[in-house]
């Protein structure tokens, strides 16, 4: 057993762009782990990183705690367990959580987020990336929140990042026609090409206010929106009656120094009759078995693309969660730590 656990810390709060210098690299005693009430010791293999991250490092209520300052960074990931006197998770057996910025762990069957066996077989990455958070993110907020028909005309704000993809992929499964936005050709032509959308905007180089009139002539009813910002506000303009907008996220704030204005025609949620709501995948977790059977099922179909962008070494992590925030990650951002025994 080593005698050192690397870890970072949470050595700062940002108040703008988040950046390696907020954390610090530290070496930590081993934690330990207390076998006969079933915790198990892991060794963490791979890390997710998620937009959210950035809003757990800010002091206010939310439906996690805030990180707190000398705290690891908390990160969902793959681990493998070393110790364990528990039946259902043995030595060797691959598992999915919260294992957060640091070697290893400590795993509590009991804590509100428990750590999960992966199916036999099971990519580590594939994991987190198609079977993760981030597609069930996508399969709930989709489905239960934005309720798409066939026929409906559905735009995806973030289309390229991973939870953004696998949205607008389910909503062409339903039958839908959708458009995607994007930054950038290269993401757009990948909509296109491998996602098989119907439509993209580039909005890095396109008119997204145009685009939209000349893509939705009949409006759009369902927004599935990660960006928030003046991107809602847009795409507001152009919802149809008793359309539905899921708000999932807005990464075009997350970073902002001092809080921007929110949309100036929130009034059309009244005269267009819309719905606007929010959710958090937590909500949804008792119900995890039936989006990971449906996503397998396209998966295995052929029927949905998806990318991950795999960093590696304990010392990018910070710089890793960074890449979420300047674009230039390309799909499911990921940190490859270590191989299984």
């Not at 077989?121 to 309720?147: K, N």
């Not at 704030?253 to 949309?263: F, K, L, M, Q, T």
Request: net charge negative.
């Amino acid at each position: 057993m080593p005698t050192g656990n690397k870890q970072w810390l949470l050595k700062e709060r940002p108040s703008a762009m988040v950046g390696p210098e907020h954390f610090e690299l530290v070496e930590s005693p081993m934690p330990q782990a207390d076998l006969a009430a079933g915790q198990v010791m892991f060794k963490t293999l791979m890390l997710g990183f998620d937009p959210a991250m950035r809003g757990w490092l800010m002091d206010v209520p939310s439906y996690l705690p805030p990180v707190a300052i000398g705290e690891p960074m908390r990160a969902s990931g793959v681990a493998q367990v070393i110790e364990s006197q528990n039946p259902d998770l043995p030595v060797g057996t691959l598992v999915q959580g919260l294992t957060n910025w640091q070697e290893y762990g400590v795993g509590d069957p009991n804590g509100e987020i428990p750590l999960a066996a992966l199916p036999d077989g099971t990519p580590p990455s594939l994991a987190l990336s198609m079977f993760g958070t981030t597609s069930l993110t996508a399969y709930f907020g989709l489905l239960d929140v934005g309720l798409p028909r066939a026929g409906d005309t559905v735009v995806v704000s973030g289309a390229a990042g991973a939870t953004g993809s696998v949205a607008a992929q389910i909503a062409r499964l339903k039958g839908c026609k959708v458009i995607g936005i994007a930054g950038g050709p290269e993401k757009c032509a990948w909509l296109m090409d491998s996602c098989k959308l119907d439509g993209v905007i580039d909005y890095k180089h396109e008119d997204i206010d145009q685009r939209l009139q000349a893509l939705c002539p009949d409006g759009v009813n369902v927004f599935f929106d990660n960006v928030g910002g003046q991107m809602l506000e847009t795409v507001l303009n152009h919802m149809a009656e008793f359309g539905r907008i899921v708000l999932c996220g807005a990464i075009a704030s997350y970073n902002d120094e001092v809080p921007r204005p929110g949309p100036s025609n929130l009034m059309l949620l009244t005269t267009r009759r819309l719905r606007m709501e929010g959710f958090i995948v937590i909500d949804y977790l008792d119900r995890a078995e039936e989006a990971v059977t449906a996503l397998t099922e396209w998966v295995m179909a052929g029927d949905i693309a998806w990318r991950e962008d795999i960093q590696s070494g304990f010392e990018n992590i910070p710089a890793t969660l960074q890449r979420l925030f300047d674009g230039s990650n390309q799909g499911k951002q990921l940190l490859h730590l270590a191989d299984p025994a």
